[in-house]
């Protein structure tokens, strides 16, 4: 079962939650940090910085019920930075947006640094 745990990192009596995400979920898409130019002599110039887990949004869908929802928006109303663990990693990050409409909620979760390594 693949499960996410999101808390605060300041204490708050309702700062955790574990839920599960369904499968349309994006937990695992990466991007690098590369950039493209166009050259005069009609080629291109590439350049890689790598690879950054701060560039990774996690776009999180899950059913849950209005009262895990009061607790996702109490999170996302007063908590800047917050941690998430996933199956992949323990991170640091905040919520940029969070929706919800007849049971499903919907999170983008913007990463800021892999904690676990």
Do not use: W
Not at 3 to 29: A, F, R
Not at 31 to 40: A, E, Q
Not at 68 to 95: M, Q, R
């Amino acid at each position: 079962m693949n499960i996410i745990g999101i808390s605060t990192i300041i204490v708050d009596i309702n700062g955790s939650i574990i839920i599960e995400p369904k499968g349309n979920s994006s937990l695992q898409s990466a991007t690098r940090r590369v950039s493209r130019t166009k050259t005069l002599d009609g080629g291109v110039c590439i350049t890689d910085s790598g690879y950054s887990y701060g560039d990774r949004t996690l776009d999180i869908r899950t059913n849950i019920t209005k009262d895990i929802y009061d607790k996702i928006d109490n999170i996302f109303k007063n908590h800047a930075l917050l941690y998430v663990s996933t199956n992949e990693g323990f991170f640091s990050a905040a919520i940029q947006s969070l929706n919800y409409d007849s049971g499903e909620a919907i999170l983008s979760v913007l990463v800021k640094e892999r904690l676990d390594l």
